[in-house]
């Protein structure tokens, strides 16, 4: 990926470095490792990016240009694609996958066999992440340009979530808007901490009840406000209605589902290249079809 930028008469006596963050959007880390690596270049030669440009001078970056992460290796595997384009890919994540490589689990994960399908020897950047038994959207970025500005945009980014929990619900629809933290003495869990917690604001909607062997439930449509981790397994376990095989924040036993009932169900954002608005959506897998 090539990125090309003409110097124009508001950008002349500012450097380059300046146009580079303000009018492209590099960041300061990421113009760094380029200047490093001497994928800078005005009119054909390296550049000195604190130098003040020219009007009509040609400024070329090389986003190609990334370390090798030796970490992820490439490996076949089933992916099931819901989007792509130039700089972004989507797929959907089945239950009890890994997005990347860990301690736990070094392979076989989706960015193993992302790197297998893109022939890449780059780094794989996943822009958001879902637990391993949570469902659904998840879209990575095909390097780290692309994966910064979708950053800077993060907060305009509108997911949609289905879920199941237990019980019924005596409104259609409400708001969780309660501070989360990690819970004391856990690396894992979360809880709601009034005092010093981090804001955190979930919607939820109703969409439908239903009854099995006797025990109530509902499917909910959840929409985030904010991005804090297992925000909706806390808020639905705070409120008395945790989700359905939620192991960790729920202490019903259920034969409904082998994991917590949780999906991604629709990732919609304005590109930030194209400027386009795009809209991915998962359906729902088999195991959560009742």
Do not use: W
């Amino acid at each position: 990926m090539i990125l090309e930028y003409i110097v124009k008469e508001d950008d002349v006596n500012k450097t380059y470095k300046s146009i580079l963050q303000n009018k492209l959007r590099l960041s300061t880390r990421l113009l760094n490792r380029l200047k490093n690596r001497g994928k800078l270049k005005v009119n054909e030669e390296l550049m000195y990016v604190n130098k003040c440009s020219i009007l009509g001078d040609i400024i070329h970056v090389d986003i190609n240009s990334e370390e090798s992460n030796d970490s992820v290796i490439p490996q076949k595997g089933d992916l099931d694609i819901l989007y792509e384009d130039d700089y972004y890919i989507a797929v959907n994540k089945t239950p009890n996958m890994v997005i990347h490589p860990c301690s736990y689990h070094p392979d076989n994960t989706l960015s193993n066999y992302l790197k297998y399908y893109l022939k890449t020897n780059n780094c794989i950047h996943p822009v958001n992440r879902l637990d391993k038994d949570t469902s659904g959207v998840v879209l990575f970025a095909k390097n780290e340009y692309a994966q910064e500005l979708f950053n800077i945009m993060q907060m305009k980014a509108q997911k949609v979530y289905i879920t199941v929990v237990d019980g019924n619900f005596k409104d259609r629809e409400g708001t969780i808007n309660a501070p989360i933290a990690r819970r004391e003495g856990s690396i894992i869990e979360r809880c709601v901490n009034l005092h010093n917690g981090q804001e955190a604001i979930t919607h939820y909607k109703v969409l439908k009840s239903f009854n099995i062997e006797g025990n109530d439930y509902t499917m909910l449509e959840i929409m985030l406000e904010t991005g804090r981790t297992h925000q909706i397994r806390v808020h639905m376990a705070y409120i008395g209605h945790p989700i359905v095989g939620d192991g960790l924040y729920n202490k019903n036993v259920s034969s409904l589902i082998n994991r917590q009932a949780l999906h991604a169900y629709k990732l919609t954002f304005v590109h930030p290249i194209t400027n386009e608005i795009v809209a991915i959506t998962a359906e729902l897998p088999n195991d959560m079809i009742f």
